[in-house]
């Protein structure tokens, strides 16, 4: 750090289990992400290239690379897997996630209708390669899950041996988690928090209000995903009360 | 493409007079440029300086010419044209775009008030020069032009020589085409449709949300228009089924 | 400029103390600075390294020399020497600043409480070494001070050696001079205005309508701050009149 201040919240270190940061690149060039990790490689812990942005990305395996060189793993987001699945063409997901080199897999239903058990095939027989992350929620404002079934869902996707389960957000911050006005679904955390550990969350919220409320329930090592890039020093103020938003927060009580 | 998906919509390839994209620039740097069309350039049609940003633009010419060389056609905002005939300098502007090797020109009427034929006479001079793309509908939200008149000044500027006309947004998404809050003015989209070969028009459509409804209204192959630099990428995902806002569209019926 | 367009109101030039654009970085990498300056320098009068971002900007020193070497002088944002003071650390703050030898400095109180004497006491002390900026108004929507406490303080901050006072607004546009929902107050702006003289006055507007009020009420040469990188050029042809919002506001009549 640039310099010295007392009475930081201590932040975990790569790699992160916990505090982790999942950024989303929806199309950065080649440069661009050679300036985003000059300027946030410390910060970030993954990188999502956001749902099927990959299909047409130039230069993508010198992209993976780039990050991968700055220590950062590069998956593909899930909306991908599900285009692969509802084509019947999973053993070609199998193949590209091989032939680039990713060592993380998605495997989500936000937009496809996926039977519960069926999903948990697929996390499983994925878990064998690669390290699995899997998605509860829909991209469906419609389809409101009640909180006894995400907790279900998630549980047996961590049984199936995800490592990671994702709560599902849009890229701008709706659905899922979230009410269509980005308000986050309180009770729904809550409740989630009453039965699946924490540090086997990780939370999407591409918004600094949806950022800000996590820190303040669960604090500076939180894990959040869906983080724009241009969002990853501001996301990592807040996690350490240096932005106006969680400046009391960390503070004890103080008077002049 | 990165890898082979099945049942994709098809897409028109360069040079597109359908599925067109035309970019919004409203200020980017030489080498923000560069980064763009390494990324994007076979995605983007044609490029906008945004209205009269062009007027404080360093290096100008090397801009222009680094999207020419990427096959980017470029052009001036329409609001620089107006700038110019509303101080009587309209053979100032012929000079501008001819100094610059720019080979189409916008005429428009969003800020100014030009009567209908002088407008048509406007194109009428430009078009034997240059390509024209005149818009339609008003920057001003106070007013509302009936679907009528809509028809009417589209096929008379068509009629006066444009290549194709465009449907009015702000660079933010509201005004012409839509209400303040960014929902499409549907019955105005559609009467115009009517009359108006879809071919010919491109509709301005900065919002995501405007994006998707105009993909599901008429295909993978809708010209549109004002896009950020960005959300190229995102766009063309919504336009080939492989976001979860058009997911289904594209997709026949699917089950496990 | 890139070309003669008539009757354009007359800009400012660097450095300027009127018609003043205040930027702010939130954590923009090297590169990203270069590719900013090139584009905008010339109408970038001051850069903010926005609150306290700059605890964890890589390559902090060459980064503010790139500003330097552009004409573009940097400075901390108030929440960083908000986030000294609060930690007993004001005399760490001082030889921060010192140490990348930084020429400006905000003082603040939107995020602590901090009784005005002490706040004057504290802008006379960096009033010795450095520009003073001062900053009036809380980041707590809650706060609301009225209007004759505004100018209460912006007066006695200026009488101990600000020198300009800084109207309040977050990154986001929302507290201090404005609504919720962005909307200026604008009889919180007009009482002020009749008693601080308005070139000694930074107004924060980082939303484009926010900015639009300002230059329809103050003119072409209004100093705003919280400017967003890559509004900086849309900025200026919303001073100039070249954007639609304020296209008629510097034209005198004119009908065809």
Partial sequence: MNYLLKNLPVRTQKPRTTGFTMVMDKGLSIREVENFVDANAEYVDIVKLGWATSYLTNRLAEKIEIYRDAGIPVYFGGTLFEAFVIRDQFEDYRKVIDKYGIRFAEVSDGSISLPHDKKCEFIRILAKDVTVLSEVGSKDAAKIIPPYKWIEQMQSELDAG??????EAREGGTVGLFRDSGEVRQGLVEEILTKIPEDRIIWEAPQKEQQVWFVKLL?????????????????ETIRLGLRGDTFDHFLGDHSF
Avoid at 162 to 167: D, H, L, P
Avoid at 219 to 235: F, K, Q, S, T
């Fill in 162 to 167: 995800s490592w990671k389960v994702i709560g």
């Fill in 219 to 235: 604090g500076a090592n939180v894990n959040l995903g869906n983080i724009a890039p241009n969002e990853v020093i501001p996301l």
